[in-house]
């Protein structure tokens, strides 16, 4: 099985989709014009030092890998606590119980009495994890991964932003190594 993630500055991602929709609308223009203006922006500005990271799970039907996803990117983000996060999950409209899954995982009142999480990832959104906030955003329809990550993408705050499968399971040093590699 391989994995893909992407860490790309919010900032930069949105400079290319406005660049995009500019060139979009005029025809003279070729393909290489919006990467063009997005490897301008960020030259101007790659020594930034990261305010925090969005991570984006887009979600369709996933609470099944939600638990084991949410644990691992649990555990990675409390060995950072000098890094802000959020974590949004954006919901293609799910028939399952993805969306109560991820909040009982991530809001602890919420979690008081439910056998759907562990103790440790309890204990690590109580103790160590004040640097994380958390987001949902259901769509009303299946839109596909583009679009659910372009709504994340929207709703991001911090300057980095990390887009994850719902699937997706991380080593403890993820993010660790991300952030040294940032900076």
Request: positive net charge.
């Given at each position: 099985?391989?994995i893909?993630f992407?860490?790309?500055?919010e ?5 290319f989709?406005?660049?995009?929709k500019?060139?979009?609308?005029r ?14 922006y ?9 305010k925090?990271?969005s ?22 983000i ?6 802000r996060?959020e ?7 799910s ?10 995982i ?16 309890l ?14 955003i ?46």
């Open positions: 099985k391989e893909a992407f860490l790309i500055p900032c930069f991602i949105k400079n989709f406005r660049a995009k500019d060139w979009h609308s025809s003279d223009e070729s393909l290489a014009s919006p990467v063009i203006v997005m490897l301008n960020m030259t101007n500005t790659l020594n930034r030092q990261p925090g990271i991570i984006i799970i887009p979600n369709y039907n996933g609470a099944y890998f939600l638990e084991s996803c949410l644990k691992s990117l649990l555990a990675s409390s060995l950072c606590p000098q890094t996060f974590i949004i999950l954006v919901d293609n409209a028939s399952d119980d993805s969306v109560n899954t991820f909040n009982v991530l809001t602890p009142s919420l979690s008081r009495g439910k056998n759907l999480t562990s103790p440790i990832i204990k690590l959104s109580l103790s160590k994890l004040k640097n994380l906030a958390t987001k949902v259901q769509l009303d329809r299946n839109t596909g991964f583009a679009y659910a990550v372009n709504r994340g993408i929207e709703a991001a705050r911090f300057d980095y932003v990390c887009v994850c499968n719902n699937d997706l399971t991380v080593d403890k040093n993820w993010f660790p190594q991300i952030i040294k590699a940032i900076n």
